[in-house]
């Protein structure tokens, strides 16, 4: 089982950058992909990144490809994300999961971590 932890949420003007990390506990990390979700108030939770076990492989949302960017540190059980330009639309919680890599763009993780809030203000 694996645990997920986030943090580096917080508030930023529009156009600033966040760096968000998602630490994890449990031997099956590096062999997990992982990803990164988010839910605004009243929205459903949607797909923002993922990437493979090892790191080679990426997938990203439309509405984030080109100012996102999510990166893995298997040695020290690590996930980032990180966030450039940023629009008011991408306020939302955060939050990191993993599980197959074919089945997290759908939102079907086998764990989740408890999210980190992000706000961008104008």
């Known amino acids: 089982q694996v645990q997920l932890v986030e943090s580096g949420g917080g508030v930023v003007q529009s156009g600033g950058s966040l760096r968000l990390s998602c630490a994890a506990s449990?031997?099956?990390?590096?062999?997990?992909?992982m990803g990164w979700f988010r839910q605004a108030p009243g929205k459903p939770r949607e797909f923002v990144a993922k990437i493979s076990a090892s790191g080679g492989g990426t997938g990203y949302a439309d509405s984030v490809k080109d100012r996102f960017t999510i990166s893995r540190d298997n040695a020290k059980n690590m996930v980032f994300l990180q966030m450039n330009s940023l629009k008011l639309d991408d306020t939302a919680v955060y939050y990191c999961a993993g599980g197959p890599w074919d089945y997290l763009s759908s939102g079907r993780a086998n764990y989740w971590g408890q999210g980190t809030q992000v706000t961008v203000s104008s």
């Open positions: 449990g031997r099956t990390f590096s062999r997990s992909a």
